[in-house]
């Protein structure tokens, strides 16, 4: 991929729409998909969700520790965007462009097919900060809306960033975001906020937006 040199030391709202900078109109993709969700998930009227389950879940456990790689996504996921702003601007806009067609998908099916998962467990074994914080969480995030996985596709989103961008060229820098894409991955049934058919659903929806991004359209930089 071609790499645009960019100086946000010249950035002006003059120039906000030149070659240069125009890449952080994309960036507005974040506030209209956040709204768009938090209505999907409050006021869209439903009137019966499908509750997405495999037997497969059944022998799952919830493991604790994977709530760290489950909340690391936040960090992975600002970090690849800082990075690829600063370093990496044609990475930056094919990341996006991931998470664009990936996310409006997503949503998409969430209004045609609303979901919900009953898999979070009553009660934890053990006590401990790990065990709180998920009982927190629980509280606070909706058990709707859950197929495909948002966490699955913005992992993956990442990683396929990473195998193309600027300076993480060599294999054990992408090898090192692979493994953490795939636990995080992992994390969302351990951690009982997702069913197996939540990954399965949401990887071909990836593979196809990184086809569609990375391998036939090298227009976007």
Same mark, same amino acid.
């Given at each position: 991929m071609k790499n645009i040199e960019v100086d946000y030391r010249k950035l002006r709202l003059s120039n906000l729409a030149t070659s240069q900078f125009n890449h952080l109109f994309l960036l507005v993709f974040w506030p209209l998909f956040g709204i768009s969700f938090a209505w999907v998930e409050k006021y869209y009227p439903v009137e019966h969700y499908i509750s997405v389950f495999s037997p497969l879940d059944d022998f799952i456990p919830f493991l604790e520790i994977f709530v760290i790689p489950y909340v690391f996504w936040f960090a992975y996921i600002v970090g690849?965007?800082? =990075?690829?702003?600063?370093? !990496?601007?044609? @990475?930056? &806009? %094919?990341? $996006?462009?991931?998470?664009?067609?990936?996310?409006?998908?997503?949503?998409? +099916? =969430?209004? +045609?097919?609303?979901?919900?998962? /009953?898999? &979070?467990? #009553?009660?934890? #074994? &053990?006590? /401990?900060?790990?065990? &709180?914080? $998920? @009982?927190? =969480? =629980? @509280? $606070? !995030?909706?058990?709707? /809306?859950?197929?495909?996985?948002?966490?699955? @596709?913005?992992?993956?989103?990442? $990683?396929?960033?990473?195998?193309?961008? %600027?300076?993480? #060229? %060599?294999?054990?820098? %992408?090898?090192s975001f692979s493994v953490v894409a795939v636990l995080i991955c992992l994390s969302t049934v351990f951690v009982k906020q997702h069913s197996v058919i939540d990954i399965l659903i949401a990887l071909p929806i990836c593979g196809i937006a990184y086809f569609a991004v990375f391998k036939s359209n090298p227009q976007i930089e």
């Amino acid at each position: 991929m071609k790499n645009i040199e960019v100086d946000y030391r010249k950035l002006r709202l003059s120039n906000l729409a030149t070659s240069q900078f125009n890449h952080l109109f994309l960036l507005v993709f974040w506030p209209l998909f956040g709204i768009s969700f938090a209505w999907v998930e409050k006021y869209y009227p439903v009137e019966h969700y499908i509750s997405v389950f495999s037997p497969l879940d059944d022998f799952i456990p919830f493991l604790e520790i994977f709530v760290i790689p489950y909340v690391f996504w936040f960090a992975y996921i600002v970090g690849m965007h800082i =990075y690829t702003l600063l370093f !990496d601007v044609t @990475a930056f &806009r %094919k990341m $996006m462009w991931l998470f664009i067609l990936t996310y409006t998908s997503t949503l998409v +099916i =969430y209004l +045609i097919f609303p979901t919900c998962q /009953n898999l &979070r467990p #009553e009660s934890f #074994e &053990r006590d /401990n900060f790990l065990t &709180r914080f $998920m @009982a927190d =969480y =629980y @509280a $606070m !995030d909706t058990h709707t /809306n859950v197929c495909p996985s948002l966490h699955v @596709a913005g992992s993956l989103a990442v $990683m396929f960033t990473s195998w193309h961008a %600027k300076g993480l #060229e %060599k294999w054990w820098i %992408k090898l090192s975001f692979s493994v953490v894409a795939v636990l995080i991955c992992l994390s969302t049934v351990f951690v009982k906020q997702h069913s197996v058919i939540d990954i399965l659903i949401a990887l071909p929806i990836c593979g196809i937006a990184y086809f569609a991004v990375f391998k036939s359209n090298p227009q976007i930089e």
